[in-house]
């Protein structure tokens, strides 16, 4: 695998399951991000990891619970959504903090497309 | 705080055609900037960005766009518009630091009519 992967692509959930979005990177990158992207929207940061620790969270309601184990992966755990969370999600990765291998362009996974019924 | 406008939600050109693609930015820093496009139901490319070297920068398919402080703009051009450019573009913004997640647009849609 190379780049940013995602898994599952496709998520059709009710409103009283638990499900978990993986996202996981192959480039040595040291920050990871969890996006929400909705119709007519514009993109919406919604978690920010840096070496692992949490160092953003924009607002995000509780039903959404991201973890970060270790540098190359990250999780957004799902619980008891709505109808308007359903929503591409989207991983990325970037490495930052400066330096020579500082690049600070962020890299994109396709996305898992989350529908909530 | 760093924002990003662009100019147009949906922007329609001829096949053949030159793409122009607006980016007006605001950063209290030197920026670095960055166009990503996104096919449908897939994630984000990057098309190209713009780090304080040459201010003309040339990207993937074509595409270059052009940093110009004095206008804070940053658009995005290709001379000879191709039906597989039919995406949405989004221009992005961060700070020299790279301490701050990328800023992005809102997008425009692109399309190519035959």
């Known amino acids: 695998e190379t780049g940013v992967t995602q898994t599952p692509r496709h998520l059709v959930m009710g409103m009283t399951n638990k499900k978990s979005l993986k996202c996981e990177q192959h480039?040595?990158?040291?920050?990871m991000y969890w996006y929400k992207q909705s119709a007519k929207k514009p993109l919406e940061l919604m978690f920010v990891y840096n070496f692992k620790e949490q160092t953003e969270n924009n607002s995000v309601p509780s039903r959404f619970s991201p973890e970060c184990p270790n540098s190359s992966h990250l999780f957004l755990h799902l619980h008891t959504l709505q109808p308007e969370d359903s929503a591409l999600y989207l991983c990325?990765?970037?490495?930052?903090?400066?330096?020579?291998?500082?690049?600070?362009?962020?890299?994109f996974g396709p996305g898992t497309r989350l529908t909530v019924t | 705080a760093q924002s990003v406008t662009q100019l147009g939600s949906h922007v329609s050109v001829s096949e053949g055609a030159l793409v122009l693609l607006r980016c007006n930015y605001s950063s209290s820093v030197p920026p670095y900037l960055f166009w990503y496009v996104q096919y449908p139901n897939q994630g984000l490319q990057l098309l190209l960005k713009?780090?304080?070297?040459?201010?003309l920068v040339k990207g993937i398919n074509g595409f270059e766009a052009e940093f110009k402080k004095s206008e804070t703009s940053f658009h995005l051009t290709k001379p000879s518009a191709h039906m597989s450019d039919a995406a949405e573009y989004f221009c992005?913004?961060?700070?020299?630091?790279?301490?701050?997640?990328?800023?992005f647009g809102k997008g425009t849609r692109l399309s190519v009519i035959a």
């Open positions: 990325a990765s970037s490495q930052v903090g400066g330096g020579a291998l500082s690049s600070y362009e962020q890299y």
């Open positions: 480039l040595g990158h040291n920050a």
């Open positions: 713009y780090t304080s070297a040459a201010t």
């Open positions: 992005a913004v961060s700070d020299l630091g790279g301490n701050t997640p990328l800023v």
